[in-house]
């Protein structure tokens, strides 16, 4: 985790996004950049595994996790499946007091049907949209 954050947060600095977009995985590495403040603006995750990835390296540190991510104030938007039998949903609903949680039933990890059918897109333009000043 920490060398993806690492190249991750080379590639912000480079490149410099509008939007940052993570899925699973991708999803664990984005809030980490988050929580460290490398990156602080509009951001929309994919069934993110930030809470498994806790779960399986320092379960002992969960709350900590928590109450970081409860601190957090950028604009999100959260999409997964309740159904997800790959990333659980619950690090999903724990985001629901800081983000716009989008419930995708059947759209399974991947999320297939949501992308082809437009509402990542839209949810992308409507944190891009927040980020503005």
């Known amino acids: 985790l920490d060398r993806c954050v690492s190249v991750q947060r080379e590639a912000l600095r480079v490149h410099a996004p509008d939007v940052v977009v993570g899925s699973s995985w991708g999803g664990a590495v984005t809030v980490q950049l988050l929580l460290e403040g490398s990156w602080s603006g509009p951001t929309v995750l994919l069934a993110p595994a930030h809470r498994l990835v806790q779960e399986r390296t320092n379960p002992v540190r969960l709350g900590e996790l928590q109450t970081a991510l409860q601190g957090l104030k950028v604009p999100l938007v959260v999409f997964h499946d309740p159904d997800d039998d790959v990333v659980p949903f619950v690090g999903s609903s724990d985001l ?18 949501v992308l082809e059918d437009g509402r990542i897109a839209d949810g992308i333009r409507r944190v891009a949209a927040k980020g503005e000043r």
Do not use: M, N
């Open 96 to 113: 629901s007091g800081i983000a716009e949680v989008v419930e995708c039933p059947g759209g399974g990890h991947r999320l297939l049907p």
